[in-house]
């Protein structure tokens, strides 16, 4: 399985763009990277996901490297509500996902 | 509302005895997914299963056991033989497709006595 390396901690100003990356050097070609959140005791919200392609949705956008061995999740305008644990994560051919511990994001007012 | 609901939110037991988790899903999605989160840690999976009657163990399915009888229900036994049982659950439910991302329920915090 492809594993994801991200920072364990960063800040983030309130109403500021806030950047986590992520390093999967070991991809596969047919591999989906996926981005969750998990808010202090509560189930994992799933984001975004991509495969090649930069995506971008209401709550995010992924950049994807062209070499696909990193990505970059973006909340573009962040708010104390984003403050939350933050798992990239690389999707095997049999849907399952592996979370590591992820990178804890606390905004700041 | 669609959804997962997993009960109970707090469950309290005495060592040595079984407990079963619910999870419950009303998405019509094939696969369903347990996971063990403990303090400071990721989630770690447990069981899955694609179809009905048939499941797969994760990574750490020693001491649990699931069944899936309905495509909504996935319950999971968490037996004697856990050596460390206390944990947050957490159950999942998705498509098996490319846009397959998992839907999470609320969790069961376990803590045996």
């Known amino acids: 399985d492809a594993k994801t390396t991200q920072p364990p901690s960063m800040d983030c100003a309130e109403g500021r763009a806030a950047n986590l990356p992520c390093n999967h050097s070991t991809i596969s070609g047919n591999e989906y990277v996926y981005w969750y959140r998990q808010i202090h005791s509560q189930g994992p919200q799933y984001i975004i996901h991509?495969?090649?392609n930069n995506e971008t949705n209401e709550m995010a956008s992924l950049i994807i490297t062209e070499d696909r061995k990193s990505s970059t999740l973006i909340l573009p305008h962040a708010t104390l509500r984003d403050t939350a644990v933050y798992y990239c994560?690389?999707?095997?051919?049999?849907?399952?996902?592996?979370f590591g511990a992820g990178t804890t994001v606390t905004v700041r007012a | 509302d669609g959804g997962i609901t997993q009960s109970p939110k707090y469950l309290f037991r005495k060592e040595g005895q079984n407990v079963t988790l619910s999870c419950e899903q009303n998405?019509?999605?094939?696969?369903m997914y347990w996971y063990r989160q403990d303090p400071g840690q990721g989630l770690r999976l447990i069981y899955y299963s694609q179809i009905v009657n048939d499941f797969q163990k994760g990574d750490i399915a020693e001491g649990y056991s699931v069944s899936r009888e309905k495509k909504e229900s996935f319950p999971l036994t968490v037996t004697s033989a856990q050596k460390n049982p206390t944990a947050f659950y957490l159950c999942?439910?998705?498509?098996?497709?490319?846009?397959?991302?998992?839907?999470f329920g609320p969790g069961t915090r376990l803590t045996v006595l």
């Open positions: 991509g495969l090649k």
């Open positions: 999942a439910s998705s498509r098996l497709d490319g846009y397959n991302e998992q839907f």
């Open positions: 998405l019509n999605h094939d696969a």
């Open positions: 994560i690389v999707r095997d051919p049999d849907y399952k996902l592996s």
